[in-house]
Each structure stands twice: as structure tokens, then as C-alpha cells.
């Protein structure tokens, strides 16, 4: 989670369908900000979307600790914009 804001990217981000820690390089791309005062954060989305689905499916049948925020994070779906929250 060393990041620089918006400037300099973490190396590793979490994404907040399937809730896999991937490479920001290569696995997942920014589809939004968080804002917290001075400190901004990134919502991060697997770019491979059928194995993201597929993974998040599978952690939910397994009783993954995190299973209702997968659940929840599908309902929801994919980020059509770039979000903003604060």
C-alpha cells in the first residue's frame, strides 16, 4: 500500500470484486478514487473480468471470510465511470 496519492501508484492493490491482492502493473487498473482528508486511494478492478467473476464465485461457495463483501461487490457490478468517493 505504498502509494503517493494519484501520482506515483501503489505497487500492489486489492480489487473490490473478487478481493485478490494484484499487480497494479499488469492484473488490475484504477477505476476510481477514495479521499480521506490529504490521503487518496485507489478502487482497483481485475482487468480479466470472466476469471474475476469466476474466482469470486468460487470464493463465495468455498466460505471465503469475505464472501458477503463478493456478493455484494457483484450485485453491484462493474464500474461503467470513474468513481469519486470521499
Known amino acids: 500500500m505504498a502509494s503517493d496519492g494519484l501520482l506515483k501508484y501503489a ?14 502493473d499488469t492484473q488490475v487498473k484504477p477505476v476510481g478514487e477514495v479521499k480521506h482528508g490529504y490521503a487518496t486511494g485507489h478502487i482497483w478492478e481485475c482487468i480479466d473480468a470472466e476469471e474475476c467473476e469466476r474466482v469470486a464465485r468460487e470464493r463465495i461457495k468455498s466460505g471465503h471470510p469475505k464472501a458477503k463483501i463478493i456478493e455484494l461487490s457483484l450485485k453491484i457490478g462493474r464500474a ?3 468513481i469519486y468517493r470521499s
Do not use: L, P
Not at 11 to 24: D, F, L, N, S, W
Open 80 to 82: 461503467k465511470n470513474y
Open 11 to 24: 505497487k500492489t492493490g486489492r480489487c473490490h470484486i473478487c478481493q485478490r491482492i494484484r499487480k497494479t
